[in-house]
């Protein structure tokens, strides 16, 4: 009897960890919804993109405004003020308003940008700085005209707004591109890393850096060139094979 619970427990598996059961769902709705998106038409997509976008920034815009309620501005009472001094009223109450006013002002901000970048990227087959600063600067137009931050002058600061929106979001593409793209070093081997993963022998890919052994040598590697590197008899025998076997690694 013990040693048929004690078998019973063995094969019991481990429960999931609930963190990972939820990524792993959340990963498998995003797929399905991008699946879904990919068929359907440019205004259907770009409405959709638009209403998501735009609930996600108005929760934001709604839990900033909870954390800071007490930093909302307001006109001294009985104050007449001229129309300049409510503009300046106007233009803090959109940077620092409460949880409906912020939620508005980020949904707002946020939805237009998507729908922006969504169309652009359907439309121009790609998405560059072009198209970020284009969204952004449509964003900073919106927000400015729904927050109030023009005052007696709306257009005017409505585009200045938008100019801003588009230099910062053009500034903050192009460092992304700079950390995302992996260093000149590393693109040297490309093929080689494909090679050794292939082969289960990425540990070995410092050799090659070691001996300078990039892509453009593949074709040329000897058993002595992987033996003066350091990499051992059967790893060496494993490369040589397939570089030799494979046409994408030998000399074109």
């Known amino acids: 009897m013990g040693e048929g619970k004690q078998g019973i427990m063995a094969v019991q598996l481990p429960s999931q960890n609930p963190i990972e059961q939820f990524q792993a769902k959340y990963n498998e709705l995003a797929s399905g919804v991008k699946a879904w ?16 976008s735009a609930a996600q920034g108005g929760v934001i815009g709604a839990i900033l405004g909870n954390l800071s309620p007490d930093l909302q501005p307001t006109p001294p009472p009985g104050a007449n003020l001229d129309p300049n001094a409510m503009a300046t ?6 940077l620092t308003g409460g949880p409906l006013v912020q939620a508005r002002n980020f949904a707002v901000m946020t939805g237009v940008n998507a729908g922006i970048s969504c169309v652009l990227k359907r439309v ?15 964003s ?18 409505a585009l200045t707004s938008g100019v801003f929106f588009a230099l910062v979001q053009g500034g903050l593409f192009k460092l992304g591109q700079q950390f995302s793209q992996p260093p000149a070093e590393d693109m040297q081997y490309v093929k080689t890393r494909s090679l050794l993963s292939g082969l289960g022998l990425e540990k070995y890919e410092k050799n090659f850096k070691r001996g300078l052994l990039t892509d453009t040598t593949l074709p040329l590697l000897t058993d002595s060139a992987l033996k003066d590197v350091s ?3 059967g790893p060496r025998l494993l490369i040589l094979d397939q570089v030799h076997r494979n046409p994408d690694f030998r000399r074109k």
């Open 37 to 52: 998106l990919s068929k359907q038409s440019l205004p259907v997509e770009a409405a959709f993109v638009t209403a998501a």
């Open 89 to 94: 009223f106007n233009q803090a109450q959109a």
């Open 124 to 138: 121009r087959g790609k998405e560059d700085v072009q198209s970020s600063m284009a969204a952004a600067f449509g």
């Open 140 to 157: 900073g137009v919106m927000y400015s005209l729904v927050s109030g931050m023009g005052g007696p002058d709306v257009v005017p600061a």
């Open 231 to 233: 990499i051992p008899p």
